[in-house]
């Protein structure tokens, strides 16, 4: 599962050739989230609210990037990595 960015100890990852929805897991220490892409939001999982909220707020920032990089992980293709949060 290659990890596509990091930021405030976040690590985004994407498995290779995952099941539908296109979405990717966010992981800070013990806690994972699982984000769907579009429409934007957490699908499983649970993390402090700012988290939460710094996950989310990366999401809106890089949505077509990361649609492109589910469509090389499920291509099986290594993805680009993306900016993290500022």
């Known amino acids: 599962m290659p990890t596509i960015s990091s930021f405030y100890g976040i ?7 995952d099941h539908a929805p296109p979405h990717f897991h966010a992981e800070y220490g013990e ?10 939001k957490i699908i499983r999982g649970d993390a402090p609210k700012r988290v939460k909220s710094m996950v989310l707020e ?29």
């Open 11 to 17: 690590f985004i990852k994407m498995f290779f050739d």
């Open 58 to 86: 990366w999401t809106a920032l890089h949505q077509e990037e990361l649609l492109r990089d589910w469509d090389f992980c499920k291509n099986m293709e290594t993805p680009f990595n993306i900016e993290p949060l500022d």
């Open 31 to 40: 806690f994972e989230l699982v984000i769907v892409i579009n429409p934007i």
